[in-house]
């Protein structure tokens, strides 16, 4: 039995596994949003403004490895994100926007808050796509969770038309796509492990700034731990030993937290002088 593409969204955020949606409405998502009010499983979190949704979603995925998701109007409610996306492609945060758009045969005849966010947001969203077809739907919902949450996180943003969430069509959501040409790739450069390692083996005060992809990661995979003791049946390894007072430091306060680690927390040792005899 067809569904409509509203129906649809909804059913793709369920089947993704979401739980919370940050939403501003607007005369262009006013369909999917009726649909939302209709179910229970999805939290709807109402901002006051779109640019503040989407750095809450920028906290959200920060907070739980899970990629922030977005919906807004189109014309001012898309461009108005603009600044957070940009933020979360910068910082690598997975994030999901869904913004609404006039029916597809008034694109590009000047209709009221008609605005082509999709180019706008081009260089900094790793893929965007104003969705041209009803069949088409759940496939690119999926492209989208796929390519936010995969290989380097960063942010996607999905079009919709209005006349394409009224549309009839095939209630599947795929389980798993296709993406040609995209490889993320996940493995470890040996060579670059092997070279790291070296220098830290050799350094006698090795300190490690970690940028906030470590925390990223670690929340993406259950979390990052202290490795302080090493896999050597509960006896420290030389170089985890020496990494015991490496910390992680970013933002504006990183320089103080350097200073720190260097000389209160080692305790830097200056040569003593005797006198001539």
Same mark, same amino acid.
Do not use: W
């Given at each position: 039995?067809?569904?409509?593409?509203?129906?649809l969204?909804?059913?793709?955020?369920?089947?993704?596994?979401?739980?919370?949606?940050?939403?501003?409405?607007?005369?262009?998502?006013?369909?999917?949003?009726?649909?939302?009010?209709?179910?229970?499983?999805i939290?709807?979190?109402?901002?006051?403004?779109?640019?503040?949704?989407?750095?809450?979603?920028?906290?959200?995925?920060?907070?739980?490895?899970?990629?922030?998701?977005?919906?807004?109007?189109?014309?001012?409610?898309?461009?108005n994100?603009?600044t957070?996306?940009?933020?979360?492609?910068?910082?690598?945060?997975?994030?999901?926007?869904?913004?609404?758009?006039?029916? *597809?045969?008034?694109?590009?005849?000047? @209709?009221? !808050?008609?605005?082509?966010?999709? =180019?706008?947001? /081009?260089?900094?969203?790793?893929?965007?796509?104003?969705?041209?077809?009803?069949?088409?739907?759940?496939?690119?919902?999926?492209?989208?969770?796929?390519?936010?949450?995969?290989?380097?996180p960063?942010?996607?943003?999905?079009?919709?038309?209005?006349?394409?969430?009224?549309?009839?069509?095939?209630?599947?959501?795929?389980?798993?796509?296709?993406?040609r040409?995209?490889k993320?790739?996940?493995?470890?450069?040996?060579?670059?492990?092997?070279?790291?390692?070296?220098?830290?083996?050799?350094?006698?005060?090795?300190?490690?700034?970690?940028?906030?992809?470590?925390?990223?990661?670690?929340?993406?995979?259950?979390?990052?731990?202290?490795?302080?003791k090493?896999?050597h049946?509960?006896?420290?390894?030389? *170089?985890?030993?020496?990494?015991?007072? @490496?910390? !992680?430091?970013?933002?504006?306060? =990183?320089?103080? /937290?350097?200073?720190r680690?260097?000389?209160?927390?080692?305790?830097?040792?200056?040569?003593?002088?005797?006198?001539?005899?």
């Amino acid at each position: 039995m067809d569904i409509t593409g509203r129906k649809l969204f909804v059913k793709a955020l369920m089947e993704e596994g979401v739980d919370t949606i940050f939403a501003y409405p607007g005369g262009m998502v006013t369909d999917i949003v009726d649909e939302l009010y209709r179910q229970d499983a999805i939290e709807v979190v109402l901002p006051r403004h779109e640019q503040a949704l989407v750095h809450e979603a920028e906290g959200y995925a920060r907070a739980t490895g899970k990629p922030g998701i977005c919906l807004v109007t189109s014309g001012p409610g898309a461009t108005n994100t603009i600044t957070a996306i940009a933020d979360a492609h910068y910082d690598s945060i997975p994030l999901i926007v869904f913004t609404g758009q006039v029916p *597809l045969d008034l694109i590009g005849n000047d @209709a009221f !808050q008609e605005v082509d966010i999709v =180019g706008m947001t /081009r260089s900094i969203t790793k893929y965007g796509v104003t969705v041209r077809d009803r069949k088409d739907l759940g496939r690119i919902i999926k492209m989208a969770f796929t390519i936010a949450t995969t290989g380097k996180p960063g942010p996607v943003l999905i079009d919709i038309p209005k006349n394409i969430q009224t549309q009839l069509g095939s209630p599947e959501y795929p389980s798993h796509v296709q993406i040609r040409g995209y490889k993320p790739n996940e493995t470890v450069h040996i060579g670059q492990l092997k070279k790291a390692y070296k220098l830290l083996k050799q350094a006698k005060r090795p300190l490690i700034l970690a940028g906030g992809g470590i925390r990223l990661e670690g929340q993406r995979s259950g979390g990052y731990h202290d490795h302080g003791k090493g896999n050597h049946g509960g006896r420290p390894s030389a *170089l985890c030993g020496k990494l015991r007072y @490496a910390r !992680q430091v970013r933002g504006q306060q =990183g320089g103080q /937290r350097v200073r720190r680690a260097l000389f209160h927390r080692h305790q830097v040792q200056r040569p003593h002088y005797r006198g001539s005899e």
